[in-house]
Nanobody
Framework: QVQLRESGGGLVQPGGSLRLSCAAS????????MGWFRQAPGKEREFVGA????????YYSDSVKGRFTISRENAKNTVYLQMNSLKPEDTAVYYC?????????????????WGQGTQVTVSS
């Protein structure tokens, strides 16, 4: 059974940082592109960024480029989302997702497995 479990969410002040983790089990992690998405209240889920199988390539949405960084440790079956210079508009539930032998897709339909999400709230 495949499981993706996000952690690290919470409340942070504007300008602050958080690091989210997503621990995967039940799959051959190194064969999956890993993506991060988010969904703010009243909005559709949107792409945040993705990382290739070996972690060599990443791709980010324009809204987070330069502030967020995705990395992965295949030996630990874990992907990370480092979020810096957080803004109130970054408030959302953040999800990790896995795409088997995929490309760095922004399309959530390309992803095979999803975590349950972790809440990030940016507020003073």
């Amino acid at each position: 059974q495949v499981q993706l479990r996000e952690s690290g969410g919470g409340l942070v002040q504007p300008g602050g940082s958080l690091r989210l983790s997503c621990a995967a089990s039940g799959l051959t992690f190194r064969l999956y592109v890993m993506g991060w998405f988010r969904q703010a209240p009243g909005k559709e889920r949107e792409f945040v960024g993705a990382i290739s199988w070996r972690g060599v390539n990443t791709y980010y949405s324009d809204s987070v480029k330069g502030r967020f960084t995705i990395s992965r440790e295949n030996a630990k079956n874990t992907v990370y989302l480092q979020m810096n210079s957080l803004k109130p508009e970054d408030t959302a539930v953040y999800y990790c997702a896995a795409d088997y032998k995929g490309v760095l897709s922004i399309d959530e339909d390309e992803y095979d497995y999803w975590g349950q999400g972790t809440q990030v709230t940016v507020s003073s």
